[in-house]
């Protein structure tokens, strides 16, 4: 019982929703591994002399899987589980419980159906009746409002921790025409404390990835075609875009907003040896603007800067002759620069290079979860339950039979000043004066 | 195009001079107890709204998206729900009406600010459409308009209380300004819930992620939990009055970075919107 008194005392809600507040503050301010770039943490651990090595003992680096923050995570959802059993168990009272006996501020000379007909007009529901007392609430749901609220951060959390814990994500760069093996390697992986490594169901293909533009050259959409290739089985296509995803046995695909072109250019260095090398470069924003990406490969001692235009006559987004500039870059000199279109060579510094095909490529997220509902579900109850507590405050009337008619009893469950004229009016109409 | 981005700056100068002589009028009435100067600052207020109303639609129309991808427009777009939201409320609850003399100046300040930004056409990224997005934007601005009226409520409630100031008398009793500022608290974190999760159904459609404690989600969270913080200290510890409007001025403050500032922080994926 002590405990329970513990969770549910206003000290200890109060404490532990500042602790989480907090945490909050503190994942914001101090760079987080999982969001900051490597730079970043560098920068941070330079920088405050004395700070970093407190910060990295408490892991305000990665706060949010701390054992601290989980354990106020914990505290707060037994308080708030057992706060909402508490709720429900007042809402249940208030809404039906049969009043005390009470004062009167007014009178009724009506008979109960006259009384209750008047009452339900003006939105009271008669709710509790005995020794008596006829008991009307109007928005009794209103009472609901704090279960709601309160039964809704709870599913929040749960499902987010369940999510925490079992969520697969990974992400991918695929390039048009080919496969995808389960037993290939992410770009990146996110997997929950209690998820296995995440591995696709089947291989999968990238058929066609469509990027569609605005008049002023501008990515609008971009649509992705693939297709799961179960062994034995007829191919299973999917088409995926920005906020379309797809689904396919449990795995949810998402489009990512990288789109471009990959040039597959062929190196020949002077002792004939050959390697082809392959150049994702994101789409430039406009026909007039080039995309650009750098480079190193351990067969070539040096950096390649490249950069495209998507046509090069820079008429069409749609061109199947994009123009390709290398430049090989030693140090911060410039060794060689070489311009491409697809089938041309060209010298490159001591190199021999030839742009051999362009290929689109994109980036696809997959992922695995269980408990999304739960969150959506969860954020409706919070919603839900503020706008039953503050936009419809119950307010009750209480008729007590006195001689032949009703002592009368009013109240508001909050900002009762609000619906003074809303009482005034009902005493009047409860009292006879007008049809009501 | 020079032309239009001079009409679209013009326009809005209309709108902010005439705001400005509204709030002169309406302050005017309100100080020297001229009623007939408050209602007639109405009418030149509604004269300014229909000027702010046309410009935005008119522009939303050259655009092709809502108001809320440049500075500018993100700016003239909140003083425009602000407005609406405090001349619905001032309706429904007319002891809130003095909010008036706190949510005009709101109003053209954050116009006139938006106008010192490069006005420009920009083009919504892939990510950023959806049903989702509109009332996830749409309920903050919402929200910024309530929790003006709350501050309102809560500055009127410690001058009152500090000076005595004659004009001041005018404004309704304490009590009163107390619960106003209480209820007004409380539209505002419904309305601030809410567009926190439209927010997350937005993005989960997006990236497959409902959060990714980005600053602006960040941020979000712990204002929303400030305004819980207040609430939960008037419900249950019976905070009112002068310690509960102070209160209620620490939330504003942070409302106000966790709307403005953080979405221009690099990091955070909101940046889109001003790249």
């Known amino acids: 019982m002590n405990i329970k008194r513990f969770f549910l005392s206003r000290i200890s809600v109060i404490s532990f929703i500042a602790l989480l507040l907090g945490a909050v503050v503190a994942a914001s301010v101090i760079p987080q591994e999982f969001l900051a770039t490597p730079g970043e943490m560098a920068a941070w651990h330079q920088a405050p002399p004395g700070l970093a090595p407190w910060a990295a003992r408490l892991g305000l680096h990665h706060l949010y899987t701390t054992p601290w923050f989980a354990l106020v995570l914990l505290l707060t959802l037994v308080s708030l589980v057992l706060s909402s059993i508490e709720q429900c168990r007042l809402a249940f009272r208030r809404t039906f419980e049969v009043p005390a006996p009470g004062g009167g501020e007014g009178n009724s000379p009506l008979s109960e159906p006259d009384l209750t007909a008047r009452l339900r007009r003006h939105g009271y529901l008669p709710v509790a009746r005995g020794g008596g007392m006829l008991r ?237 509902p739960g969150v959506f579900a969860g954020f409706f109850m919070v919603v839900l339950g503020t706008l039953l507590a503050y936009c419809t405050p119950p307010r009750e009337l209480v008729a007590t039979a006195h001689g032949r008619g009703y002592l009368l009893r009013w109240r508001a469950a909050k900002f009762a000043e609000f619906y003074q004229e809303e009482r005034s009016r009902l005493l009047a109409v409860l009292a006879g004066e007008g049809e009501g | 195009m020079n032309r239009m981005f001079a009409a679209y700056v013009g326009v809005h100068w209309v709108a902010v001079v005439i705001y400005v002589v509204a709030t002169i009028v309406n302050v005017a009435g309100l100080v020297f107890r001229r009623e007939r100067a408050e209602r007639a600052s109405y009418l030149i207020l509604a004269a300014g709204w229909l000027v702010h109303s046309g410009v935005l639609a008119w522009w939303w129309g050259v655009t092709g998206h809502g108001p809320y991808l440049a500075r500018t427009e993100v700016l003239s777009s909140d003083a425009w729900i602000a407005l609406t939201v405090f001349l619905i409320f001032q309706r429904l609850y007319p002891r809130v009406r003095p909010a008036s003399v706190i949510v005009f100046p709101a109003v053209f300040l954050m116009i006139a600010l938006g106008l010192f930004f490069d006005v420009q056409i920009r083009s919504l990224p892939p990510t950023f459409t959806g049903i989702w997005l509109v009332l996830h934007i749409a309920f903050y601005k919402i929200a910024l308009g309530t929790i003006l009226i709350a501050l309102a409520c809560s500055v009127f409630y410690i001058l009152k209380r500090r000076t005595a100031l004659p004009w001041l008398g005018r404004l309704p009793e304490l009590p009163s300004l107390d619960l106003h500022a209480y209820r007004f608290a409380g539209f505002g974190f419904i309305f601030w ?83």
């Open chain 1, 136 to 372: 009307f609430v109007k928005h009794p749901w209103g009472y609901w409002g704090n279960v709601l609220l309160h039964g809704g951060m709870v599913v929040v959390i749960a499902s987010s921790l369940l999510i925490a814990l079992t969520q697969k994500r990974g992400s991918l760069t695929l390039f048009e025409g080919e496969l995808h093996l389960p037993a290939d390697p992410w770009n990146s992986e996110e997997n929950g404390l209690l998820a296995g490594s995440f591995v696709l169901p089947e291989p999968v293909r990238l058929d066609r990835v469509t990027p569609h533009f605005r008049p002023n050259h501008r990515i609008s959409r971009i649509v992705s075609e693939l297709s799961f290739l179960p062994p034995g089985d007829r191919p299973r296509r999917l088409s995926v875009e920005v906020n379309a995803m797809a689904s396919h046995r449990g795995v949810t695909i998402y489009q990512s907003t990288d789109v471009g072109h990959a040039f597959n250019v062929e190196f020949t260095d002077p002792s004939g040896r050959r390697e082809v090398f392959r150049l994702p470069i994101n789409h430039p924003e406009s026909l007039e603007e080039a995309g650009y990406n750098d480079f190193r490969f351990p067969w070539l001692p040096v950096k390649l800067q490249a950069k495209y235009l998507v046509d090069a006559e820079r008429k069409s987004l749609r061109s199947r002759t994009p123009l390709l500039t290398i430049r090989m870059m030693e140090g911060e000199n410039e060794a060689g620069r070489a311009t491409l279109r697809p089938g041309e060579s060209a010298a490159l510094d001591m190199y021999r290079v030839r742009l051999d095909s362009v290929q689109r490529w994109t980036t696809l997220i997959f992922v695995e979860l269980t408990g999304m």
């Open chain 2, 193 to 275: 819930a809410i567009a926190m999760l439209a927010g997350s159904i937005w993005a989960y459609k997006s990236w497959g992620r409902f959060w990714g404690w980005d600053p602006v989600e960040s941020w979000s969270l712990v204002t929303w939990i400030l305004f819980g913080i207040q609430l939960h200290l008037r419900r249950f510890f019976r905070w009112s009055g002068e310690r509960a409007a102070w209160f209620y001025l620490l939330c504003f403050v942070f409302s106000l970075v966790a709307l403005f500032y953080t979405s221009h922080l690099n990091t955070s994926i909101h940046m889109e919107y001003f790249r």
